[in-house]
Structure formats: C-alpha cells, structure tokens
C-alpha cells in the first residue's frame, strides 16, 4: 500500500501508517468535573513541565513552549489573545531530547533555539539546534560545536578542551550575563555549591551573535555558596571575593540545583533565582554589582517574602513568562524531580504587583495549565465500560499514584460518566475514588482497571493489574443490564503474580469462547493465562501458559539507558482477525496482527509507532465508538496522569473490513482555497459523511453526500483552516481546507 503522509493542525493530525494506513483525528469531547468545563481535557497532563516562550507559528506573537522532563516529551500552545491554545502540531519538527530543555535565540535572528542536555549517551553536558522556519513552523539543525563529543566545550589551561559539565538533573541559566548581547552558561560546579560562569566570546572575538565560544571566567561567579544544609546561600562580603565554607570539604556534594537569571528590580544586570533538590523553597538574590562584576548581596530565601512563598516539594525551578500578554513577565514555578514530587498542583504563577523598578511578586495559583485538563497525578490507565448500562459508553481511569506530603500517596479509581448522546458524548466526573481502592495505597499503586464477565451471568466484572504485579477482582453483582454493583474486593486473584507492572486484559484471545487473560508487565512482555474453567466459573493457572505472548516487546532496543518496557496491552478484532495495540515505556503504541498463530509463531509489528503518537511515556491505551459513528475511538493515558482522545478508522463491528485512507487524488474538496462553495468530486453511488472541525476541536459541520449531493456552502464560515473527514463506504479521506477571507 502506498504510504501517504499527511501535515495537520492538534485537530487535524493524520497518523501515518505503513502497511495499514491508520488515521487518528484528535477528538474534543467536553469534560466536566468539579469546577465546571475544562477547555482542554485531552491535553495530557503535566508533571515536571520546563516553560519557554517564543514564536512558534510565525505569526510575530509569543508562544509557550513546554518540555515536560516525566515524559521527555515536547507540548506546545499557541498564543490566542490572552490565553493559550493547546497545539500539539506546533512541535511535530522538535528533536528527541531527555531531561531539560529551553528555547532560547542564540543567534539573535528572531528563531528560537533549542538549548538542552546532553544527546550523548552517558556524557553529561549541553548541546544546540539551530532554528528555522519549516511551513510556519519551527525546525532544526543540529549545531555543531566541534569540541569533545560535539557538545558545547570550553579550553583547558593545560592545553586541549572539555566540554562544560552540565548535570542531567539541574537546569542552568543560560542568559546574556555580561551585557554583550550573546549568551552565556551560569551552572554548579560537578562538586556543587559553587557556581561557574562561562562567558560567550563569540561577540569579543567578532562573530557577533552566530557562535557559541565558552570559556571559564570563574568557578566562583556571584560569590555564592550553596552547602545543601540549609535554605540560606553563603554570600561575599564584597565584589570579587568568594565566599569561604565551613564545609571541610564540597566534593561530590552536589546533587542537584535549578538557576534561573532575570534582571528583576530593573537595574541593569541580571539576578539569581535558586532551587534545591533538598527543599521546596525558591530563593531569590539579588545583584548588587554589575554587568562584569556579579555580586549578590541580598537574598529572600522564602520567595516571595511579602506573600504566600513557594512550597513546592521537592526541586522547585523558576520560569519567567508573560502569560497574560500584558508586557510584563509572571514568575511560574515547578517541580523538576521525576520521583516523589507534587504531581498535580505543578504550575504555581506569582504577579507582579509592584512597578517594573520594585517587584512586589503575590501568588495566583498553583495550577496553571493543568486545571483545564484531566490529570490524576501520575500515571493514567484508561477502560471504557458502560457502567451505568445506558448505552453510552463511559470512563473509568486508574492512576499510578497522586502524590502526598511526607511519602504519602493517593490512588484510586475515577469514574467519568458519559452524560451525553449517542451522537454528542458528554463526561461528568462523578467519583475520584470509584469502588474505594485507595484503601490500598499503602500496599500498592498503577491501578489498571479492566472489565469481563468471568462468571457467565451476563454482566461485566473488574479485574484491576497493580504496580507490584498482583491483581485485584470484584464480582458484578448487579445482574444484566443493571448499574454495576460489585462485592468486596478479592486481593490477590487466583494467587497471579507478574512480577512488577501489571496491566492485565479479559480477552478470548484462543477462540475458545471462554474469556483469557493477558496481563503486560515491566520487562514490557505480555503474559498469557488461558482460562481452563468454563463459561461460569473462570480458572486461571498461577503461572503463565506463555510468559512472552507473541514475541513482543514494550522496550525500545535500542535504548541503552532504561531498561523497563512497561507493556499494556489491547487486543481488538478487525475483520474477524484479531490486532493488538502495545503500549510502552518510551511512548510509542506498537500495533501487531497474525495473533491467531501465537501459539506457534511471534506476532506480525504492523507500526512500532502507531500514527506516530508522541504522548509521553507509560502509554496505555483503549478503544470504543462513544460518538455513535460506526468507528472505535481511541483514549490513551500516559505517565503525565492525563489522557489523549482520538478517532480511529477503525470499525466499531468486528464482521466489517478496516477503513483505509484513499489514495492523495481518490477524492478531495475543490477549489480549496474557497470562498463561497466547495464540492466533492469523484464520487460514485456510495454514500458518504462529511464532517468538518475548526482548529480548536469544534466541529462546524457534518452532512451526509453522495454523488448527487455534494457541494458545501462555505460563504459564512470564518476565514481560515479548517479539517475535514470523508468517511465513505469502508474508506476514509482527511485534508485541510483553508476558507479565503474577504
């Protein structure tokens, strides 16, 4: 089949596929919960988010770009007024990066740049992309530095180079510190509590702003000193001197420090925001030198002083962005530890509400971004089931964990029902703690909730796989047709132990007629357990029947730093033949058929990156038609705690054929760019359904064609682009279409 790529917007994004083409359109689904409608629900939450601001459309205005360091994961949100839009297209050219990563112009030629860690595998450091625009989007060029390892280097005394040490875990400032208009590296010492400046001398040397020339100026830069045993920084007692410890020695005390420079009061040089590993707090310095003799001399340990202070645990960084478009910049703060830190709450913004010479920072919230989506902490594990037998199909979501003061964690099931139509779904969150499982959280966490009837009395009972590979059931005893009722809790089901990471599936993967059960676990294998009991009574052995179902595999090969692949699996029926979607570690969904033949043969990898969705690590994923249109939609969690929808082209009956995109000329809508109208040429005597979304997810029109009926009056729609879905007889065909402005 010939592999057809398509470049759209968050609403449009068509999912390339190889063999089976596949396409996945993002759905908008309203979701409301506790504090009404969320504007972005699917955006997928958000754990240790880096923010930047830069044009990332060229349209002259200041995005935010965001690289959550939980998922390695680039988001993007467009500017729209005073708010931001959630754009996901808008990233599609990053690079892969791990750990931290900033947009910064470099070059000073009005294109971000990237500015992040290390691309060399176990050599800690920073390395650059050079910026440039790609269809009105930002694209890279790897730079080249030419020093050791091709990362940015600085010139030993003695002779030859090293490239500048730049831990994984910090984050530096990188910043024009010495007033000559390129940019320099503040960052900690390898041992720690000292900070060294690395002066850009691409200016001095007369290259303007187009290089990036390091070199030591000094290991002591500011006079600071940071001995990680309290939240006060030693300061020097005047310019040029450097703060002497008590500390006998500082080797290796460094363990992690996020630095953040901005002129704050306005005078002309740039002062120092600190974060520590070791607390929660912010400390702000100020700079009572200059340009070219930094010394801080003054320090608010509690940042702000004069209001609620940062108490964000643990590893707090700053990020200076002007959110609400007023010209003036807000001080956001967020966690920068993977593990163990607040989860939820992670974008605290203070105002400024002083004047730009004397700051006078007050807190707005802690939850900026992440109050207009699902996020349930860490970790997202969704199951659609119609719980409430109403027809509609509802949502139930497991969360790994939400973080609690002193080593505390909260866990549980959340149920959204599905309060809509057929054609118009509708969540409602009704139940954070659905069936009362946080009475487990001291003993487990990751809840991954799956639905079977295991007891042949024609109502659907739970089954949920945990972190620590035991699985958790409750019986349905509501009877057909009912709201589900369930008893109590069964710990440990049939005494099934996966080792770590279960996340298990009730599925007649034999044809046997009786319901197995798959569980996926943390190498990123899918076990397989084949029911030996009858339609009434399910029996599973303690041990696998085959402990790695298929040949698959969870773990990228070829990642030489994490070991876990975290399988979820999904297996599903096409055309009578059954599929599986794999989630993993890394992300990616791996999509595999040939499942019929696993007893004696490893499955067939359809994708190793289904759509080419990047929606963060620990993906999982599940399939239902919850807008009644004859095709399954897709949700997947992720390790941020939050989810991602999508329309499929696959079918909601299992006797019909996969839909297939149609070839690029198969059919299209002309002219386009229109004005007034637009038709649908090429049809034959099939019927079709058209249906046409704006950028922000709404759909604007749906209308049914065929031959004889197909022109689209387009005269009153808002100038710009819109996408379109063509869904005809066992096809599909999706594009842009721009409406002209006057």
Not at 61 to 74: A, E, G
Not at 420 to 445: A, C, F, I, S
Not at 473 to 494: C, D, R, S, V
Request: proline share 4%.
């Amino acid at each position: 089949m010939k592999r057809i790529k398509f470049c759209l917007t968050w609403v449009g994004l068509l999912l390339l596929q190889a063999t089976f083409a596949q396409t996945f359109t993002p759905l908008n689904i309203e979701v409301e919960t506790e504090t009404g409608l969320l504007s972005n629900p699917w955006g997928g939450g958000l754990n240790c988010p880096q923010l930047s601001e830069a044009d990332l459309n060229h349209d002259g205005l200041n995005d935010l770009y965001i690289f959550d360091r939980t998922s390695n994961l680039h988001l993007a949100y467009r500017r729209q007024g005073t708010q931001y839009v959630f754009a996901p297209e808008l990233v599609q050219n990053f690079p892969a990066l791990t750990d931290w990563s900033m947009l910064r112009d470099y070059n000073g030629d009005g294109i971000a740049d990237i500015i992040a860690y290390s691309d060399v595998v176990g050599i800690d450091g920073m390395t650059a992309f050079t910026g440039y625009w790609k269809d009105n989007k930002l694209a890279f060029r790897r730079y080249h530095f030419g020093g050791p390892f091709n990362l940015a280097y600085f010139p030993l005394r003695s002779g030859g180079k090293s490239q500048i040490y730049i831990s994984r875990i910090d984050i530096p400032a990188i910043d024009d510190v010495d007033c000559d208009s390129d940019l320099d590296i503040i960052t900690f010492n390898i041992s720690g509590g000292y900070v060294e400046f690395y002066q850009n001398q691409s200016v001095e040397k007369g290259f303007g702003r187009d290089s990036m020339l390091f070199n030591l100026q000094t290991n002591c830069w500011g006079g600071i000193y940071e001995d990680g045993l309290s939240a006060n920084m030693g300061l020097a007692a005047a310019p040029g001197q450097c703060y002497q410890s008590n500390v006998a020695s500082v080797d290796f005390r460094h363990a992690g420090s996020t630095l953040t420079t901005a002129d704050i009061d306005k005078d002309g040089d740039v002062d120092l925001f600190v974060g520590d590993v070791s607390y929660n707090n912010i400390n702000l310095l100020t700079n009572g030198g200059t340009c070219k003799q930094a010394w801080f001399n003054k320090q608010d340990p509690r940042f702000p002083g004069n209001d609620k202070g940062v108490d964000l645990p643990i590893f707090p960084a700053v990020y200076l962005v002007d959110i609400n478009n007023d010209g003036t910049k807000e001080v956001l703060v967020a966690p920068n530890e993977n593990n163990g830190s607040e989860d939820l709450n992670v974008l605290w913004v203070y105002e400024n509400k002083g004047t730009t010479a004397s700051p006078e920072f007050k807190f707005k919230q802690d939850n900026f971004l992440v109050k207009d989506m699902i996020d349930l902490g860490t970790g997202a594990y969704p199951s659609f089931v119609d719980y409430n037998a109403d027809g509609l199909m509802d949502l139930v979501v497991g969360n790994g964990a939400r973080f609690l003061p002193q080593g505390q964690r909260s866990i549980g099931l959340t149920l959204f029902q599905n309060v809509g139509t057929t054609q118009k779904p509708k969540y409602r969150l009704v139940d954070r703690d659905w069936l009362g499982m946080n009475q487990y959280n001291k003993e487990n966490y990751a809840l991954a909730p799956t639905f079977g009837d295991l007891d042949g009395d024609n109502d659907l009972d739970i089954l949920v796989g945990s972190e620590f590979g035991l699985m958790y059931y409750a019986e349905n005893i509501a009877g057909p047709n009912q709201t589900m009722k369930f008893g109590l809790w069964q710990a440990k089901y049939m005494n099934i132990d996966i080792g770590q990471g279960a996340v298990p599936q009730i599925v007649d993967i034999d044809g046997d007629k009786l319901l197995d059960l798959v569980v996926g676990n943390r190498s990123g294998h899918i076990s397989y357990f084949k029911n030996t009991g009858t339609s009434k009574v399910a029996k599973f052995a303690k041990d696998p029947s085959i402990q790695r179902l298929g040949g698959v595999n969870g773990r990228d090969q070829n990642d030489y730093v994490n070991f876990y692949g975290y399988g979820a699996p999904l297996f599903f029926k096409q055309a009578q033949q059954m599929r599986l979607i794999l989630g993993t570690e890394r992300g990616e969904l791996k999509m595999y058929d040939q499942i019929e033949r696993f007893l004696t043969d490893t499955f067939r990898v359809l994708d190793n990156e289904l759509g080419n969705l990047h929606l963060g690590k620990r993906t999982k994923a599940d399939l239902a038609d919850i807008n009644g249109d004859g095709f399954l939609d897709m949700v997947v969690g992720n390790q941020r705690g939050g989810l991602s929808l999508y329309t499929t082209s696959f079918r909601s009956s299992q006797t019909t054929p996969v839909r297939e995109p149609l070839a690029n000329q198969a059919l299209s809508l002309v002219p386009n760019p229109a004005s007034d109208w637009v038709s649908i040429p090429g049809l034959s005597e099939e019927k079709g359904l058209l249906s046409v979304f704006d950028l922000a997810g709404r759909q604007v029109m749906q209308q049914s064609i065929n031959r004889y009926s197909n022109e689209i009056r387009i005269r009153d729609w808002t100038p710009g682009v819109y996408i379109f879905r063509l869904s005809t007889e066992g096809k599909v065909f999706s594009g842009k279409l721009v409406k002209r402005g006057e």
